[in-house]
């Protein structure tokens, strides 16, 4: 059986240990609120690329489908 000791000696380990876990777990949510803000300006460039892309096609002349020898 345990003595208080031990005990005493693994609650500690346990305290430490969900310290370290919280510290961590703040860490990773600062990394997932970095990652999706920089995700959502990637998502933003891509759609506003996509617009003058779209722009560029439409001056593009019609073609009938012919080609041209």
């Known amino acids: 059986m345990a003595t208080l000791q031990d005990l005493a000696t693994r609650i500690d ?7 370290e876990l919280e510290r ?6 600062e ?3 970095s990652l999706s ?6 998502k933003s460039r891509l759609a506003a690329a996509r617009t003058r892309i779209d722009t560029l096609l439409e001056r593009l002349p019609a ?6 020898s």
Not at 13 to 19: A, E, Y
Not at 37 to 42: A, I, V
Not at 63 to 68: I, L, N, Q, R
């Open 24 to 29: 961590t777990n703040k860490l990773l949510l």
């Open 13 to 19: 380990r346990l305290l430490l240990r969900h310290s």
């Open 63 to 68: 073609t009938d489908g012919k080609e041209e």
């Open 31 to 33: 990394q997932v609120a």
């Open 37 to 42: 803000g920089e995700r959502d300006s990637l």
